[in-house]
């Protein structure tokens, strides 16, 4: 304090000084959803979304409590969003009791995660229709790797062999399959989860190609005999 370090409702929040926050509620209820300049954001997701040190449980609690009832938790959606992205359990779990909702989190690795998954599912999360889980398990961007073991509790989860992605734009325009962006990537043990889940080879995208024509888009790196042969299937 003698260095001129500010004191209020952001530091109580990291430092878990629950008297000194209640105060600062109780004398200024909009300060929960205050912004900090120095970080962007508001003190409720101090903890979850920025800096290196997060509110103590007294402290998310108090928050948390005070929001509940305001428009069903107002910045609800997003404080969710971030706990999962931090596979922050204990947040999770005290954001749904004071009635946030979880149908927004959409597609994403929370699927695979031991705890996150049930919990998730059990508020009503899942994997929606407009075909973004194809971009996290059917194609190379970003250096992904073959992944059947994602592309299956997507499945679990909410997403469908015949939902379809947007492509690129122009003569590729249009939406396909995740077995069309599968085979571009030559992902053979993903193609292998989508046929077991009934996906359709012969499936056309919006310009009327199936899997095995963005075969021959695939990097010189792929096994397209592979591919092809499971695309195919038996002679």
């Known amino acids: 304090m003698a260095a001129v370090a500010k004191e ?5 929040a990291f430092l878990g000084d629950l008297d000194h926050l209640h105060e600062d509620i109780g004398g200024a209820p909009e300060a929960v959803q205050a912004i900090d300049p120095r970080r962007r954001c508001a003190p409720d997701h101090a903890g979850a979304s920025c800096g290196r040190r997060r509110p103590s449980r007294g402290a998310a609690r108090a928050f948390l409590a005070h929001l509940a009832g305001r428009c ?3 910045g609800g959606t997003r404080a969710v969003q971030t706990a999962v992205a931090r596979e922050s359990v204990t947040m999770l779990v005290m954001l ?11 597609a994403g690795r929370w699927v695979l995660h031991p705890e996150l998954a049930p919990i998730l599912a059990g508020a009503g999360a899942s994997v929606d229709r407009s075909g973004s889980w194809i971009g996290l398990v059917c194609t190379g961007n970003q250096g ?5 073991r994602l592309c299956q509790a997507l499945l679990r989860h909410g997403a469908r062999v015949d939902d379809k992605r947007l492509t690129g734009q122009g003569n590729d325009g249009g939406r396909a399959t995740a077995l069309h962006y599968a085979a571009k990537a030559g992902f053979v043990k993903t193609i292998e989860v989508l046929l077991a889940h009934g996906a ?3 499936a056309r995208d919006d310009n009327g190609f199936i899997p095995l024509d ?4 695939a990097a010189p790196s792929v096994d397209r005999q592979a ?3 499971l695309l195919r299937g038996p002679a």
């Open 96 to 106: 749904l009791e004071q009635g946030a909702s979880a149908a927004s989190v959409g």
């Open 214 to 217: 963005w075969v021959e888009r």
């Open 200 to 202: 359709d080879p012969n």
């Open 227 to 229: 591919v092809r042969r």
């Open 8 to 12: 209020d409702i952001f530091t109580h």
């Open 72 to 74: 069903a938790l107002l």
């Open 144 to 148: 992904r790797k073959d992944d059947p």
